[in-house]
Nanobody, 117 residues
Framework: VQLVESGGGLVQAGGSLRLSCAAS????????MGWYRQVPGKQRELVAV???????NYADSVKGRFTISRDNASTTVLLQMSGVKSEDTAVYYC????????????WGQGTQVTVSS
């Protein structure tokens, strides 16, 4: 299974950016897909996750600014980022995890998001 992120880049504070993650090589629907981010010297942290039933969970720091969604086939997950702040600068990683038909926890390579002030 491969997760490939796209859409990262440089954006001005207050602007918008959309990240996309496409999954390939899987024959089953991922239970949970989501986005995490990491800055140098800090642990990777949750940004937003969405289940195959559409339930979502967001970090407090992005609530009201970021929106996560996934397509009907549940192989692509999007993160719409609005009102970005300098503290949103990080490498963003796509994740897919679940327990059926076996335990799995897949990660993408990451995409850099840099917010300029």
């Amino acid at each position: 299974v491969q997760l490939v992120e796209s859409g990262g880049g440089l954006v001005q504070a207050g602007g918008s950016l959309r990240l996309s993650c496409a999954a390939s090589g899987s024959i089953f629907t991922f239970t949970t897909m989501g986005w995490y981010r990491q800055v140098p010297g800090k642990q990777r942290e949750l940004v937003a996750v969405i289940t195959n039933s559409g339930s979502t969970n967001y970090a407090d720091s992005v609530k009201g600014r970021f929106t996560i969604s996934r397509d009907n086939a549940s192989t692509t997950v999007l993160l719409q980022m609005s009102g970005v702040k300098s503290e949103d600068t990080a490498v963003y990683y796509c994740n897919a995890r679940g327990r059926k038909p076996f335990n799995y926890d897949y990660w993408g390579q990451g995409t850099q998001v840099t917010v300029s002030s």
